[in-house]
């Protein structure tokens, strides 16, 4: 490419790849990323290397595990985010785009430590309230908090509109990290039109999600779900009682409908950088920073090595993408965003990044590179590694505080073949099944924690 594209990483909140169309829901309508799809390169399997908020998106913008930028596997609390930089120290996305002469702005959720502009960003514009889509106060660069009209993720949209005809007009390259919060509950926070998109009984359920041919069913969760922190941290009297008749098939219906507003605002950003004159100099990456259990195993939230939480959306069009192409060979995970798009702009990948640099695939001159293969951490004390067909796990001892010093308390804790089990109701690690492999994948999964650094975490 002669000239330097601009870059759009759109990463959503908590959609779960089988909830897309392009990635086989016949039930879900999504025209707009499907679009995106028939037009880019999609992974069939790509992962989070922890399957929560802040720890992915820290790991998306450093290039670094979690407990190497963050030294912590779960969120980190507190809003508005610290000016300090006690995190994600070494250079960034947003940094290493800046010294390539890059203008870079975040719109949308941040929920990550420090504050956005401490980290690379020339201009930022994000929402107090991590899940809350209503009577949202947003940010300004460092400036003071301010209500916006309306629906938080349509603010955010027509800031997006604006910052695309800005750089038009500016003529220089751009970084744009746009979040949009939905799906994440609460689901019940929405434009009507989404609320009643789809019925409960046309929803699809996953076959994992019924033991003994019930449904799962949590109370509890369901009003999390519906409606967040208003429910448990504010206990607003609407949302002691779950409306009559309120179950699993309720829940999916919102969150398709809340995955189908993600739709119609990827659209809106399409559409606009079109409008601009920037989509043909411009790559997009969409994915989302963890999926969601919905259920399933009889698990809600994500936190888990299960599909469910760690298989996500991950698709790129731009510039010498191959188009309507589907990657089935390579595992993508987000760990490796960061030095994939410095590599496609031609960018130099700081030594500190620890993803793998696969723009190589981009550009269509490889189906796979490096170790094909996705790390992954949680919070739970499981650390596994997805293969294209196994997913392997081992349980650590969460007494100890620093990452890296934890002793091993399981090492066959959990050992999937995704391909004769996708559903994950048969663990065979226990079972000392496929047991060369199982020994193979264990080893490489005890080789990341031995090799991965920790920094300590400043909690």
Not at 388 to 410: C, F, N, W
Not at 413 to 427: G, I, K, L, M, S
Request: aromatic content about 10%.
């Amino acid at each position: 490419m002669a000239k330097q594209p601009n870059v759009v990483v759109c990463q959503c909140d908590e959609l779960r790849a089988f909830e897309v169309g392009c990635y086989g829901n016949k039930v879900i309508h999504t025209p707009h990323i499907d679009a995106l799809a028939q037009n880019g390169l999609r992974f069939e399997t790509a992962c989070p290397n922890n399957p929560v908020c802040t720890p992915s998106r820290s790991i998306l913008l450093s290039g670094q595990y979690c407990r190497t930028c963050t030294g912590t596997l779960g969120n980190q609390a507190g809003t508005p985010p610290s000016r300090e930089r006690v995190r994600l120290k070494d250079t960034t996305m947003p940094e290493a785009f800046r010294a390539a002469g890059y203008h870079t702005a975040l719109i949308g959720k941040w929920h990550v430590h420090p504050h956005p502009n401490a980290v690379g960003f020339d201009e930022s514009c994000f929402p107090h309230h991590s899940h809350r889509h209503t009577h949202q106060t947003f940010f300004e660069n460092w400036g003071e908090g301010y209500e916006a009209p309306g629906f938080a993720p349509e603010y955010e949209r027509d800031r997006v509109a604006r910052f695309f005809g800005e750089r038009k007009a500016e003529g220089k390259p751009f970084f744009l990290y746009y979040n949009i919060s939905p799906p994440h509950m609460p689901v019940d926070d929405a434009p009507e039109k989404y609320l009643t998109m789809y019925k409960p009984g046309d929803v699809s359920i996953r076959a994992n999600a019924f033991k003994d041919g019930q449904m799962t069913y949590d109370e509890h969760c369901f009003k999390i779900y519906l409606w967040d922190f208003l429910y448990y941290q504010c206990h607003q009297p609407h949302t002691e009682k779950l409306p009559d008749g309120f179950d699993l098939r309720s829940l999916t219906a919102l969150y398709y409908g809340a995955t189908a507003w993600v739709d119609d605002l990827v659209g809106a950003m399409m559409r606009n950088l079109r409008a601009s004159g920037l989509d043909e100099d411009t790559i997009v990456v969409f994915t989302s920073d963890h999926g969601d259990n919905l259920g399933s195993h009889g698990l809600f939230g994500k936190s888990q090595l299960t599909e469910e939480s760690i298989r996500v959306p991950m698709i790129f069009a731009g510039p010498g993408v191959p188009k309507g192409k589907v990657n089935r060979e390579q595992v993508m995970s987000i760990v490796d965003l960061m030095p994939t798009l410095l590599g496609y702009a031609g960018v130099a990948v700081p030594e500190c990044v620890q993803g793998i640099d696969r723009s190589a695939i981009l550009r269509g001159e490889a189906q796979t590179v490096g170790e094909n293969a996705a790390y992954i951490e949680s919070s739970t004390g499981a650390i596994g590694i997805r293969t294209p067909s196994h997913t392997y796990g081992i349980l650590m001892d969460t007494a100890e505080k620093r990452l890296d010093q934890r002793a091993v308390k399981d090492e066959r804790y959990q050992f999937w073949d995704n391909r004769t089990d996708p559903w994950q109701t048969n663990n065979l690690a226990k079972a000392h099944q496929q047991a060369n492999l199982a020994d193979e994948l264990r080893e490489r999964v005890l080789a990341f924690h031995r090799r991965t650094p920790a920094m300590l975490s400043p909690d």
